[in-house]
């Protein structure tokens, strides 16, 4: 199109245009910034009320953990913490360890342990089972542990000898009593 107006008006022609041009877009730019303003104040409005929800549920469930939680978590402390007394080491005796250490340092060969167990029944009692290869090397773990001054007594049941080889056997062992200085 071929525009037959004066340069001046021209110019006036273009100003007015880029003038409309500007309200148009403003108001574009003010629409979409006011859509955008209504969902974020909507999303706003409704996080805050989730907030409050979850706010009143965190304060349930630390009264509900109060009450009954808390009851069970100071019994399974006080079970961790029996069981640990059980394995810590009383006034004048040795460590677990060293006991255990001790009963597997007097095995001879031929002898495999597959069970060390302490017995809190009994005190200073461990429960002992394995397999020996013959009779002739359960024996000898029995008298190594018998003249042992670690352990007072050791408790064989008749079961234990009366195969010749490839013996399954259970074995009590009591500790010897602290030595008073």
């Given at each position: 199109?071929?525009?037959?107006?004066?340069?001046?008006?021209?110019?006036?022609?273009?100003?007015?245009?880029?003038h409309?041009?500007?309200?148009?877009?403003?108001?574009?730019?003010?629409?979409?910034?006011m859509?955008?303003l209504?969902?974020i104040?909507?999303?706003?409005?409704?996080?805050?009320?989730?907030?409050?929800?979850?706010?009143?549920?965190?304060?349930?469930?630390?009264?509900?953990?109060?009450?009954?939680?808390?009851?069970?978590?100071?019994?399974?402390?006080?079970?961790?913490?029996?069981?640990?007394?059980?394995?810590?080491?009383p006034?004048?005796?040795?460590?677990?360890?060293?006991?255990?250490?001790q009963l597997?340092?007097?095995?001879?060969?031929?002898?495999q342990?597959?069970?060390?167990?302490?017995?809190?029944?009994?005190?200073?009692?461990?429960e002992?089972?394995?397999?020996?290869?013959?009779?002739a090397?359960?024996?000898?773990?029995?008298?190594?542990l018998?003249?042992?001054?670690?352990?007072?007594?050791?408790?064989?049941?008749?079961?234990?000898?009366?195969?010749?080889?490839?013996?399954?056997?259970?074995?009590?062992?009591?500790?010897?009593?602290?030595?008073?200085?």
């Amino acid at each position: 199109m071929i525009n037959l107006l004066l340069p001046a008006q021209r110019k006036l022609a273009r100003a007015e245009y880029r003038h409309r041009l500007f309200i148009v877009g403003g108001l574009l730019t003010f629409s979409l910034i006011m859509v955008v303003l209504i969902i974020i104040s909507s999303f706003a409005f409704i996080l805050s009320r989730r907030r409050a929800e979850v706010l009143e549920q965190i304060a349930a469930a630390r009264r509900e953990f109060a009450g009954s939680d808390l009851e069970t978590a100071r019994r399974a402390v006080s079970d961790i913490n029996s069981l640990i007394k059980t394995l810590a080491t009383p006034a004048g005796h040795e460590s677990i360890a060293a006991v255990y250490r001790q009963l597997i340092e007097a095995r001879p060969s031929g002898i495999q342990l597959t069970k060390l167990e302490w017995q809190r029944a009994g005190v200073g009692q461990i429960e002992i089972s394995g397999r020996s290869e013959t009779r002739a090397a359960l024996l000898a773990y029995i008298d190594s542990l018998e003249t042992d001054p670690y352990f007072q007594k050791v408790a064989s049941p008749v079961k234990n000898i009366i195969r010749e080889r490839d013996i399954s056997f259970n074995l009590t062992v009591t500790l010897a009593p602290p030595k008073i200085l």
